[in-house]
């Protein structure tokens, strides 16, 4: 607020000087607005003007500091309707993500390339992939679907179309290996990598096509799919750091394996990263020859989990019986509930060169292997419920229709009533009691095997167990996130969902990393629950009406038996963002009304945030 003098001449030629006091304010088209607060009168009827205008200052400061202590607003009659612009709710919450986002250091990237390639577009690239990031955190959806939501953040002003993006999106895959260069140089630089370790697995995820996409070099293509689906699937190749933070991803044909993806990765990631050597940690669907000896022979380390079952776990099963060598630890009663030993076993392998010549080659590896009592109780409670469903379905012949029971069914050739091989037709079947007595003997074992001759075995189970991080970015993918169902049709445009959904997913494991370093654990989906609510109502004259962050009361840590009440009075989404902004040291914006000139300022103040440099190692 200030003061306004406005002199106006009389026709008596007279002077006459108003004295206002004046609230400036921008609306919700942003112009700049006056308002007059208070006609204080006329300054040349004053026998004192001096004296009055002093008066005027005071009663200015009482006014501002009123203002500042009590906010309030009014309803004009035009704006009383449940659709008015000072009933729309505006997202604020993406200040945080977009402090992150800049901090990958990939906008001048994007913008470089566009101004190379010399569009006469009004469009810029940037902003279509920062609105689809803010999407795919925030409310994930079909590019059409959020492409509705374009007017939905405060301080943003979006002006590309829906065929903008679809024309972006042609453009986008030329760029995606820079742009996940720079991502992970610049994560690199926030959070130094003290390791070697490269955690790899990899993943597929839907599409909305009933049959294979036959164009050339599609990616919907009919495959394994993890979640046992029979639409086309498109494969995901997904490298994390030492310090569980994305590396690289790589998009390829569904009806490709993963397996055959690690080596390129790896190369990729050792050049990108300037890294002399990786250590590669993956499951056991990466253990191949193929592999181990390929990162072998140019100098890199894995640590791999081995199949037991099978011809792939023969090698192992001597070790495993053999009852000495072992490392054991018991509970109370003096029962065994772990135990551990390592070998040093030579592995082989056969090939053909390019010259048509056999070639065999051997190494040594390191194998660790352990028991546990809760993976042995587990893996034959599940057992006993396939063989529940199996002879179930024997007795009511409806064995066809269940896939676990079949697991451990054999076919019958000999009718028992009649003692005659059975016809082709008449399919028949029993439950193999051979194979569940052999897998009998291997439940709770865990084999890895590693290059690492010399890392401690509590090394390699920790690097081992590295991969949860994996399957958890795969499952914040998949339900968070919602990369799946893909909608696209075009390989680009795949491509380009994958870019922008691979930048959404590296935001958050950022921001949920920087939050363990502060000794916060926060899952994903309650970091987006109250991102979601940090909404807010532009009012009249330039005031600001912060909606409620919260909406889910606490449970107690005790039932009370008294009341039968499990729930607290305390606010949990409310207590997640009070946490996220003390443990970031940001101070919480915790009121429902303010000027829009010192929201404004706290967003600044809030963008000077940076993230940590702490590091952790495995």
Known sequence: MFIKKTAKKRADGKIRTSVLIIHKFRDSSNKVRDKVVKSCGVLEDQPDQEAFLKSVENELIQLEKKENEEITFRIRKEDNYNNSPINKDYYYGHNLLEI????????KVIDD???????????RFWDIIQFFTFE???????????????????????????????????????????????????????FPRNGSFVFYDGTNYFTTIDFNDLAEGALRKKGVSKEHRLDPIVGVAVFLDCNGLP????????????????????????????????????????NNSSNIFHLYNQGDGFIFS??????????????????????????????????????????????KNDNGEY?????????????????????????????????????????????????????????PTTKKKLDKTDIQYEVDYEKIEREEKL??????????????????????????????????????????PIYHYKKESIISHFMICYIAITVLRLLQYQLKLSGVDMSVERLQRFLKRMTLKELEEGKILLNQIGGALKYKNKLDEEKDTVLSNEDEILDDAKRVFEAYKIDFLDKIGINIGDFKTYIKELKKFKLGVETWNI
């Open 247 to 286: 590396l690289d991803i790589e998009i390829y044909p569904g009806n490709e394996s993963e397996s055959g993806k690690l080596i390129g990765g790896v190369g990729r990631i050792k050049k990108a990263n300037n890294m002399k050597r990786v250590i590669a940690v993956a499951d056991k669907g990466l």
């Open 443 to 484: 439940d709770g074992y865990t084999c890895i095997i590693t290059s690492e001759l010399e890392m401690e075995n509590t090394k390699i189970r920790e690097a081992y167990h590295g991969l949860l991080e994996v399957e958890a970015t795969f499952r914040i993918s998949k339900t968070d996130l919602e990369f799946r």
């Open 136 to 190: 795919r955190i925030l409310d994930p959806d079909s590019k059409r679907a959020s492409y509705q939501h374009l007017n939905n953040y405060f301080g943003k002003k979006y002006t590309f179309s829906l065929s903008d993006v679809y024309r972006c999106f042609t453009y986008l895959p030329d760029i995606f290996d820079l742009v996940q260069k720079t991502m992970s140089k610049s994560i690199g630089e926030i």
């Open 113 to 123: 390339y566009q101004d190379s390639l010399n569009l006469n577009v009004k469009y």
């Open 306 to 351: 081995q199949i037991l079952r099978g011809k792939k776990g023969n090698n192992y099963l001597p070790y495993i019986e053999k009852s000495s060598g072992w490392a054991e630890k018991k509970n109370e009663k003096g029962e065994v509930y772990y135990k551990e030993k390592d070998v040093i076993h030579t592995i082989q392998r056969l090939y």
């Open 100 to 107: 992150v986002l800049d901090t990958l250091k990939i906008k």
């Open 359 to 415: 070639i065999k080659e051997e190494m040594d590896v390191k194998a660790l292997l352990y028991w546990n009592l809760e993976d042995q109780q587990m893996a034959r409670q599940k057992r006993n419920e396939k063989i529940a469903k199996l002879k179930k379905g024997i007795a009511n012949r409806t064995i066809e229709m269940g896939r676990d029971a079949r697991e451990y069914a054999k076919r019958v050739a000999i009718d």
